[in-house]
């Protein structure tokens, strides 16, 4: 069974830094591209950051880049997000997502999701 658990989420002030982490099991982590969306309230999901299997390729949305940092450690089986500069339009629930079978960091096709964590950024 594949399971990806985040954690890292919390309250931060605008400005300030958090680093999200996403724990695989069940899928040879190495093999998949792992994404990062985000939903805010009353609006659809988005993408925020894609990385491939081989950690050569990162993908950005134009809203986090130069600001957010997507990295992995395929020894670990575990993606990270560090988010720098929040503000906050940034406030979301953050979920990440695995994809199998591809190149690249793309930023659709996504197939296992987590159950997401909580990102609130005060102004």
């Known amino acids: 069974q594949v399971q990806l658990v985040e954690s890292g989420g919390g309250l931060v002030q605008a400005g300030g830094s958090l680093r999200l982490s996403c724990a695989a099991s069940?899928?040879?982590?190495?093999?998949?591209?792992m994404g990062w969306f985000r939903q805010a309230p009353g609006k659809e999901r988005e993408f925020v950051a894609a990385?491939?299997?081989?950690?050569?390729?990162?993908n950005y949305a134009d809203s986090v880049k130069n600001r957010f940092t997507i990295s992995r450690d395929n020894a670990k089986n575990t993606a990270y997000l560090q988010m720098n500069g929040l503000k906050s339009e940034d406030t979301a629930v953050y979920y990440c997502?695995?994809?199998?079978?591809?190149?690249?960091?793309?930023?659709?096709?996504?197939?296992?999701w987590g159950q997401g964590t909580q990102v609130t950024v005060s102004s």
């Open positions: 997502a695995s994809r199998l079978g591809v190149n690249g960091a793309p930023n659709y096709g996504y197939g296992v």
């Open positions: 990385i491939s299997w081989s950690a050569s390729a990162t």
């Open positions: 069940g899928l040879t982590f190495s093999w998949a591209a």
